[in-house]
């Protein structure tokens, strides 16, 4: 699969376009590059999400390393999701990888209490990071629906990652900030009688 990058700078995009994965070439404000950028700018955020992890001060070293695996293993599967993205009909993903993404989600969830009100994107940094890979999530969701419908080769488990995803950032928040110790902020509907 291509060539590994040993010069940055290549001067073949300074007309507007790009390299795929597959040898061709598209404008850079092509969908398929928004979708890309997209992911990449997931990966990104969750970079910073484990980094914040690792700075947070955890009860034990084990839950540490718990929420790193996972999201090393998220950001190798986001990289593999820009892959597929970048070379049509390419799969690298696989089922695999959502069925662990539900039983986590169903783990994390068994120790939550129940959700019966709106909570803000808030909290503890860790938490808020979280909340920000979920939006930017459902971001390349709608892009990567966008494309898979104008081009048949985006696989249906690119698709369900991005979905499940966007669901395991919102539990994840929701975890993050109780195994900090604080409490959710709530949404408050009648928020403007305090004004």
């Not at 939006?135 to 892009?143: D, F, G, I, L, S």
């Not at 919102?170 to 305090?194: C, M, P, Y």
Request: charged share 25%; hydrophobic share 35%; proline share 2%.
């Amino acid at each position: 699969m291509g060539h590994r990058l040993s010069k940055i700078y290549t001067r073949t995009g300074d007309t507007g376009t790009t390299g795929l994965g597959d040898g061709s070439r598209t404008a850079k404000d092509d969908l398929r590059i928004h979708t890309l950028g997209d992911i990449d700018e997931l990966n990104a955020v969750v970079g910073v999400l484990r980094a914040q992890i690792q700075s947070s001060a955890f009860d034990d070293a084990d839950t540490f390393q718990d929420w790193d695996k996972k999201l090393s293993l998220i950001q190798h599967w986001l990289f593999d999701l820009g892959g597929e993205v970048c070379i049509p009909n390419y799969q690298l993903l696989q089922q695999k990888c959502i069925d662990f993404l539900e039983n986590d989600i169903d783990q994390m969830n068994e120790n939550l209490p129940m959700l019966k009100d709106f909570i803000l994107p808030s909290g503890t940094l860790a938490c808020s990071y979280a909340h920000q890979a979920r939006a930017v999530c459902r971001r390349a969701e709608r892009q990567l629906i966008s494309l898979a419908q104008r081009d048949q080769n985006i696989q249906a488990t690119a698709l369900q990652l991005l979905n499940r995803l966007s669901d395991w950032f919102f539990v994840t928040s929701r975890t993050l900030q109780h195994q900090s110790g604080g409490a959710e902020v709530l949404w408050q509907k009648n928020i403007n009688d305090q004004i």
